[in-house]
């Protein structure tokens, strides 16, 4: 990466014509995203943690695997079976950082599930000291009778019912200091009329997160939300039209798509003593478009 943020990451044209079917992988992508597997450096902010991380098999979820391993985590990471091949290449990065990774295959949509996921966490690691909320389901649509209601309530369980859950299992095991960091999205506040139904599952986020960090402040607990723009993950070839694709990002200040390493820094700093005053918080990382 080169300091000049303009040409930090690819620049549009894409290759427009890569659709997916859902939930799509990141060895289809052209150009193959950049999760930092080459680039970040571990400062050592993470030793001696466990992390969960759903959504960790590829895109957002990988970049952040990457660098709480590099800063002394191990990692257990949640995917949907059919993604087994890129949590396998996750899970290599981990161990390379000589930490110990944990594949929870499994759909977020099961209450069930979301328990198990912290149970066999903290059978397996030890304990969970970090817990992510990154996985997530984007419904599109072009107008009001597009989106069903097993669209409407899939989103929402997928992406606030499994948060919802997740944090009530994990909680009860989390120690002072702990941290809870929820991916929100640009949409929460932008909320194109193509993601209708995405967009008010990333506000109940933004909002759950701020209810959270109060709930849980008494108990040394911190609760953040980062909020991506555009950003060159498998869901970008699953719900764009090619026009749509080659065009990705060019419309943000910084002229460009982000690339997932450059959300890893932020959800490092959420985790880690480097943000041991910061609760409640969204941090945009959105190519420099506003969000307030």
Same mark, same amino acid.
């Given at each position: 990466?080169?300091?000049?943020? /303009?040409?930090?990451? %690819?620049? %549009?044209? !894409? @290759?427009?014509?890569?659709?997916?079917? /859902?939930?799509?992988?990141?060895?289809?992508?052209? @150009?193959?995203?950049?999760?930092?597997?080459?680039?970040?450096?571990?400062?050592?902010?993470?030793?001696?943690?466990?992390?969960?991380?759903?959504?960790?098999?590829?895109?957002?979820?990988?970049?952040?695997?990457?660098?709480?391993?590099?800063?002394?985590?191990?990692?257990?990471?949640?995917?949907? $079976?059919?993604?087994?091949?890129?949590?396998?290449?996750?899970?290599?990065?981990?161990?390379?950082?000589?930490?110990?990774?944990?594949?929870? @295959?499994?759909?977020?949509?099961?209450?069930?599930?979301?328990?198990?996921?912290?149970? /066999?966490?903290?059978?397996? &690691?030890?304990?969970?000291?970090?817990?992510?909320?990154?996985?997530?389901?984007?419904?599109?649509?072009?107008?009001?009778?597009?989106?069903?209601?097993?669209?409407?309530?899939?989103? !929402?369980?997928?992406?606030? !019912?499994?948060?919802?859950?997740?944090?009530?299992?994990?909680?009860?095991?989390?120690? $002072?200091?702990?941290?809870?960091?929820?991916? =929100?999205?640009?949409?929460?506040?932008?909320?194109?009329?193509?993601?209708?139904?995405?967009?008010?599952?990333? #506000?109940?986020?933004?909002?759950?997160?701020?209810?959270?960090?109060?709930? &849980?402040?008494?108990?040394?607990? /911190?609760?953040?939300?980062?909020? $991506?723009?555009?950003?060159? =993950?498998?869901?970008?070839?699953?719900?764009?039209? @090619?026009?749509?694709?080659?065009?990705?990002?060019?419309?943000?200040?910084?002229?460009?798509?982000?690339?997932?390493?450059? &959300?890893? %820094?932020?959800?490092? &700093?959420?985790?880690?003593?480097? #943000?041991?005053?910061?609760?409640?918080?969204?941090?945009?990382?959105?190519?420099?478009? %506003?969000? !307030?």
């Amino acid at each position: 990466m080169t300091s000049d943020p /303009r040409t930090a990451g %690819p620049r %549009p044209p !894409f @290759p427009g014509d890569q659709q997916q079917e /859902r939930p799509g992988l990141t060895s289809k992508m052209t @150009p193959v995203p950049d999760h930092g597997e080459e680039s970040y450096v571990g400062k050592g902010l993470l030793i001696g943690k466990v992390a969960l991380i759903t959504g960790g098999d590829s895109g957002i979820g990988r970049a952040v695997a990457i660098a709480y391993a590099r800063e002394g985590a191990d990692v257990a990471i949640s995917y949907l $079976p059919v993604e087994q091949s890129d949590a396998e290449e996750t899970a290599r990065w981990i161990e390379k950082a000589d930490r110990r990774a944990l594949l929870l @295959p499994g759909d977020l949509r099961d209450e069930a599930h979301c328990r198990e996921l912290v149970a /066999r966490t903290v059978e397996a &690691l030890g304990g969970i000291d970090i817990l992510v909320n990154n996985a997530a389901a984007q419904t599109v649509n072009e107008d009001l009778d597009d989106v069903t209601s097993e669209d409407l309530e899939g989103s !929402f369980r997928a992406n606030v !019912f499994a948060m919802y859950y997740l944090c009530q299992a994990a909680v009860p095991h989390m120690k $002072p200091g702990s941290a809870i960091v929820n991916s =929100t999205s640009q949409q929460a506040k932008i909320a194109d009329k193509t993601m209708l139904i995405y967009a008010a599952t990333k #506000g109940a986020i933004a909002s759950l997160t701020i209810g959270l960090s109060n709930l &849980l402040a008494p108990k040394g607990i /911190r609760v953040n939300c980062v909020a $991506p723009g555009p950003i060159w =993950t498998p869901i970008q070839p699953i719900v764009k039209s @090619p026009e749509q694709i080659e065009k990705l990002g060019e419309d943000t200040p910084l002229g460009r798509a982000g690339q997932p390493a450059e &959300l890893a %820094p932020a959800y490092v &700093l959420l985790a880690s003593r480097e #943000g041991s005053y910061m609760s409640g918080a969204l941090v945009p990382v959105t190519g420099g478009t %506003p969000m !307030f």
